[in-house]
C-alpha cells in the first residue's frame, strides 16, 4: 500500500511538536513564492488534531496573510528582478495576465475571491502590489479569502471527524491514485 504508508507518516508528521510552525512558514511561503499549496499541510494537521483545527486554521490564515504581503512588496518594488522570474517559474504568464485583466475589472473583490480560485494565491498577491493596490484593502480582502478557505477546510474535517478519517483510511489507495491521475491531467492540460 503505497498510499496507505504515506498517508500515515503525514498523519504523524502532522502531530509533531514544531508542525504549526512548519505549517506558518508553508502558508507565508505559499503567498509568495513557494509551489506547495498549504490546505497539503493544513488538512492532515487537522485531521491528526480535530481539537485544534480552528487554532489551525486561524495561524495558517494569519501567516498567509502575512506572506501575501511579502508576495504584494515583491510586486511593488522587485516586480522585475523577482515577480517576473516567479511568474516564469510557474510557467503563469497568461495566469498573470488573467489576473491583471480581472483586477482591471474587479478590483480588490479579486483578491478575495483568489483565496478560492485556481490560479495561485501568490500571483494575486505580486500582481496587488504590482498594480500598486491599497495595502488596507488587499489586507482585508486577503485575511477574508483565505479564511474561508482555511476555515472550510477544518470545518469539513472537525464535521467528518472519525468517521471520515476511517472513510480516508479505507479509500486511500483509490484516493492516492486517483489524485495522481487528475495531478498528471492538469499538468498535460495546462501545458498544451
Same mark, same amino acid.
Given at each position: 500500500?503505497?498510499?496507505?504508508?504515506?498517508?500515515?507518516?503525514?498523519?504523524?508528521?502532522?502531530r509533531?511538536?514544531?508542525?504549526?510552525?512548519?505549517?506558518?512558514?508553508?502558508?507565508?511561503?505559499?503567498?509568495?513564492?513557494?509551489?506547495?499549496?498549504?490546505?497539503?499541510?493544513?488538512?492532515?494537521?487537522?485531521?491528526?488534531?480535530?481539537?485544534?483545527?480552528?487554532?489551525?486554521? $486561524?495561524?495558517?490564515? *494569519?501567516?498567509?496573510? #502575512?506572506?501575501?504581503? @511579502?508576495?504584494?512588496?515583491? /510586486?511593488? +518594488? !522587485?516586480?522585475? %528582478?523577482?515577480?517576473?522570474?516567479?511568474?516564469?517559474?510557474?510557467?503563469?504568464?497568461?495566469?498573470?495576465?488573467?489576473?491583471?485583466?480581472?483586477?482591471?475589472?474587479?478590483g480588490?473583490?479579486?483578491?478575495?475571491?483568489?483565496?478560492?480560485?485556481?490560479?495561485?494565491?501568490?500571483?494575486?498577491?505580486?500582481?496587488?502590489?504590482? $498594480?500598486?493596490?491599497? *495595502?488596507?484593502?488587499? #489586507?482585508?480582502?486577503? @485575511?477574508?479569502g483565505?479564511? /474561508?478557505? +482555511? !476555515?472550510?477546510? %477544518?470545518?469539513?474535517?472537525?464535521?467528518?471527524?472519525?468517521?471520515?478519517?476511517?472513510?480516508?483510511?479505507?479509500?486511500?489507495?483509490?484516493?492516492?491514485?486517483?489524485?495522481?491521475?487528475?495531478?498528471?491531467?492538469?499538468?498535460?492540460?495546462?501545458?498544451?
Amino acid at each position: 500500500m503505497i498510499f496507505g504508508d504515506l498517508y500515515n507518516r503525514v498523519i504523524a508528521w502532522s502531530r509533531h511538536r514544531h508542525a504549526p510552525y512548519y505549517l506558518c512558514a508553508v502558508s507565508a511561503m505559499e503567498s509568495s513564492f513557494f509551489p506547495v499549496p498549504t490546505a497539503f499541510m493544513l488538512a492532515p494537521m487537522c485531521l491528526a488534531d480535530r481539537d485544534r483545527a480552528w487554532w489551525l486554521a $486561524l495561524i495558517t490564515t *494569519v501567516s498567509s496573510v #502575512v506572506g501575501g504581503l @511579502l508576495g504584494y512588496l515583491i /510586486g511593488m +518594488f !522587485f516586480f522585475d %528582478a523577482v515577480g517576473e522570474q516567479i511568474i516564469e517559474f510557474y510557467d503563469a504568464r497568461d495566469k498573470f495576465e488573467q489576473a491583471v485583466a480581472w483586477f482591471a475589472e474587479y478590483g480588490v473583490w479579486v483578491v478575495f475571491i483568489a483565496g478560492f480560485s485556481p490560479i495561485p494565491y501568490k500571483l494575486f498577491t505580486i500582481t496587488s502590489g504590482m $498594480l500598486g493596490l491599497a *495595502v488596507a484593502p488587499f #489586507v482585508l480582502a486577503s @485575511l477574508v479569502g483565505r479564511a /474561508g478557505q +482555511f !476555515f472550510l477546510i %477544518a470545518g469539513l474535517l472537525v464535521l467528518g471527524g472519525a468517521r471520515l478519517e476511517r472513510s480516508i483510511r479505507r479509500y486511500v489507495e483509490w484516493i492516492g491514485w486517483g489524485v495522481l491521475a487528475l495531478v498528471v491531467l492538469a499538468y498535460l492540460f495546462l501545458r498544451h
